[in-house]
């Protein structure tokens, strides 16, 4: 499956943007999705997760409450919207795609490249 994120941009704290990870090639359905985060000069970290369906949502401490995790299948595509955006949320996010319930980076075959975010203060 062939991954595209897309949506990032220059923010102010406080404001919000709208991940998309669209796919292409095979149903995103059939796949875990992550949103995962690398700032500069650190290790890319899991972000959130959404199950096959979409019933299952998991997310790092540190976004819960303000970013949520969503599908549409019908549309192939997974979101992360970020609301109540921080300068440390500045990061280049990428979406990935896994057949197993995971935050690790290493269980997801399937990665679309980056999107930047820069959160200004």
């Known amino acids: 499956v062939q991954l595209q994120a897309s949506g990032g941009g220059l923010v102010q704290a406080g404001d919000s943007l709208r991940l998309s990870c669209a796919a292409s090639?095979?149903?995103?359905?059939?796949?875990?999705t992550g949103w995962f985060r690398q700032a500069p000069g650190k290790e890319r970290e899991f972000v959130a997760g959404?199950?096959?369906?979409?019933?299952?949502?998991d997310y790092e401490n540190s976004v819960k409450g303000r970013f949520t995790i969503s599908r549409d299948n019908a549309k192939n595509t997974v979101y992360l919207q970020m609301n109540s955006l921080k300068p440390e949320d500045t990061a280049v996010y990428s979406c990935?795609?896994?057949?197993?319930?995971?935050?690790?980076?290493?269980?997801?075959?399937?990665w679309g490249q980056g999107t930047l975010v820069t959160v200004s203060s």
């Open positions: 959404i199950s096959r369906n979409g019933g299952i949502e």
């Open positions: 990935g795609a896994s057949r197993l319930w995971t935050r690790m980076t290493t269980q997801y075959a399937y």
């Open positions: 090639g095979r149903t995103l359905s059939n796949y875990v």
